[in-house]
């Protein structure tokens, strides 16, 4: 099983006996063998320096909507030069998020370099949209590629919205969310993304699923988000992490098996 996105830096791990380490180590136990540390910003090279240390661990490159404003001269050259690193497999996560302010055209700019920067590189780009459907589509429409797309990662908006980006190519990942008792809109969702557009993650440290609900998350507990996703779609938890490993490769082919 793959957790399709993490932030294993933002883990504490101050009073974790082995560090690093024993988060992979619990991961493992749960099945969870991979997973994809995200990019938030491009000073912070933690994400790269993970994946270079550690097998179990991808990383992105990129810069987060709501830390643009921090990087807002970021070019599709700069970006070209971070992802040489190795066991970097895509851009981002990037994208559009107006649930506190409006989206800025920072934000948007940003966006389109991180969509330039995918396409010339032939890499996927990890989304992150809040409050701003129809712009993120249309920006991934006019900026994307139609052969190397991406994934719209923690899914928390319509149906409507998800069925535009799965026809543009893109992928839905699914959270802790999930689990949620009143998260009926994300459950409505998961019913119906088809079964080789499905992706799982825990966005850890945050969102932990049921039964860790308001506690520290770690990739260990994408194994719960599985549970829940194959409950709503009414199958087995090993259908869910075998097809969810299976889209993860296909959708990010620089990652070795």
Excluded at 164 to 192: Q, W
Aim: hydrophobic share 40%; with cysteine.
């Amino acid at each position: 099983m793959i957790d399709s996105h993490c932030h294993l830096d933002c883990i504490d791990i101050s009073d974790r006996e082995g560090g690093i380490q024993s988060i992979l180590d619990l991961a493992r136990e749960h099945g969870v063998d991979r997973m994809l540390c995200i990019s938030i910003t491009l000073e912070n090279d933690a994400p790269r320096r993970l994946a270079k240390a550690y097998d179990a661990v991808w990383a992105t490159v990129g810069v987060h909507p709501c830390h643009a404003h921090e990087e807002p001269e970021v070019t599709v050259d700069q970006l070209l030069e971070l992802i040489r690193a190795d066991s970097v497999i895509a851009l981002g996560e990037t994208g559009l998020d107006g649930f506190h302010e409006p989206v800025t055209d920072v934000q948007r700019e940003s966006f389109v370099t991180h969509l330039l920067a995918g396409k010339q590189a032939g890499l996927p780009i990890v989304v992150h949209t809040r409050d701003a459907r129809d712009e993120t589509i249309e920006l991934i429409k006019t900026h994307g590629s139609t052969e190397i797309t991406g994934v719209l990662h923690c899914f928390t908006e319509s149906w409507e919205m998800a069925k535009r980006a799965i026809d543009l190519g893109y992928y839905i990942s699914m959270s802790g969310i999930v689990s949620f008792p009143k998260a009926t809109n994300v459950h409505e969702v998961c019913r119906k993304i088809p079964d080789d557009r499905l992706l799982i993650e825990t966005d850890s440290p945050w969102l932990a699923p049921v039964p860790y609900r308001g506690q520290p998350n770690e990739p260990a507990f994408v194994s719960h988000v599985a549970d829940a996703v194959a409950q709503i779609r009414g199958t087995k938890p090993e259908v869910i992490a075998d097809q969810t490993t299976e889209n993860f490769f296909r959708l990010f082919r620089a990652a070795n098996p």
